[in-house]
């Protein structure tokens, strides 16, 4: 195998992350920054500021990251980098950065899709976190974070298959607007999550859009609108009152919107026996518990990666990079940014 690891580079949204992975899957170093505390007085990512930061924490952590590996540059033998989809300015700076850094230190680089990435994750391993036993190819992912919320069939690598996604918001926007119109701040998902450990999920009626529909798709803004009109019949005073039964009733409908999609596509699919979580929103702590006693019912195997695997990492992007690099693959130094995946990426 020509090349055993890569340094991997992520700057497709708001996090910045470095990270040196073999070909295995084991991560051997990963270092990140969240610009969360840039963004919150905004109510939402600043695009500019977003590529502002990237270009300031990249080269820093590309440092501490080999540092912390204990390698120096003559041990990489490639480099990996997100360059589609998400947002032009933050890709920009990953992608320039890796190409001026594969020409400098004249080593291939491959442009690599994000949410292969995020498909890949619950086969990477460290010290702290190894795969479920057995977990192999074909398996079911739910791919839920701020930009993006999708259910695809993962065939084997490079084979991935949407089966349905969201029409309009993605999973973490309907959380992130509703933290919002309660006062909770952004990005506001895992407050909303930690409120409503103390609430009453029946308390409050909300929407559960499309869920009866016999497609895999999703939609959240009908949700969204409906808790909008009902917390402005409501006082602040009573909003923060019933801050943690609005949180638990708004997040179990999306809950129950995500288990009940998830649901119809392993019924659909058949003869699958692993399911796999991933995202910013797989951190939440109500969706974990009814995916695990959903996947247990089911006989299925659930894998979760961890946290620092969920959210954008370049452990991921790296995992998939090297492997494609592997098989011969890399990018010329035309390569672009975009802002889209590729036609060929997924099959529908
Ligand atoms: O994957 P991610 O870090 O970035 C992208 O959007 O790509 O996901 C961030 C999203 C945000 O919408 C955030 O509110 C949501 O994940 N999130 C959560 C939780 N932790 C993060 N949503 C619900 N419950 C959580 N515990
Ligand atoms: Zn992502």
Redesign the pocket.
């Known amino acids: 195998m020509k090349f055993d690891k890569v340094l991997s580079i992520e700057t497709s ?1 708001d ?1 910045t992350s470095i990270a040196i992975v073999k070909s295995d899957g084991f991560v051997l170093a990963q270092s990140s920054a969240n610009q969360d505390l840039y963004h919150k007085d905004y109510g939402g990512i600043v695009p500019e500021i977003a590529g502002r930061n990237h270009s300031i924490q990249l080269l820093p952590l590309i440092e501490s990251c080999l540092q912390k590996a204990n390698l120096e540059w003559s041990d990489i033998p490639g480099i990996a980098v997100t360059n589609r989809p998400g947002l032009m300015g933050s890709l920009l700076v990953g992608v320039i950065t890796a190409k001026t850094l594969a020409l400098a230190k004249n080593i291939p680089y491959i442009g690599i899709n994000h949410l292969e990435g995020h498909l890949l994750a619950p086969f990477l391993c460290d010290d702290r976190y190894k795969p479920p036993s057995g977990f192999n190819y074909p398996y079911v992912a739910l791919a839920v ?4 919320s999708q259910i695809y069939l993962v065939k084997g690598f490079g084979e991935y298959q949407i089966l349905g996604k969201t029409i309009d918001d993605a999973a ?2 309907a ?2 607007k509703f933290a919002k119109m309660v006062g909770l701040g952004f ?4 407050i ?2 930690k409120m409503a450990k103390e609430g009453d999920i029946k308390k409050y009626n909300y929407p559960r859009p499309m869920i009866k529909d016999k497609t895999i798709n999703m939609s959240f803004s009908g949700l969204k609108a409906a808790a909008k009109r009902q917390i402005e019949k409501l006082s602040i005073a009573e909003i923060k009152s019933e801050c943690v039964h609005l949180c638990a009733s708004y997040q179990e409908a999306i809950v129950d919107v995500l288990i009940a999609k998830l649901n119809l596509a392993v019924n659909q699919v058949g003869a699958i026996s692993g399911v796999v979580l991933t ?3 797989s ?3 109500r969706l974990r518990n009814r995916a695990e006693e959903w996947a247990s019912q089911n006989n299925l195997t659930l894998a979760v990666p961890p946290i620092r695997y ?3 990492n370049a452990a991921m992007i790296g995992y998939a990079g090297v492997q494609r690099l592997n098989l011969g693959e890399f990018s010329e130094q035309s390569l672009a940014p975009s802002p889209k995946v590729y036609p060929g990426d997924f099959h529908v």
């Open positions: 949204c996090d974070s701020g930009g993006h973490g926007e959380f992130d990005p506001g998902g895992a909303v999550d995202g910013g929103v951190a939440n702590s969920c959210t954008d």
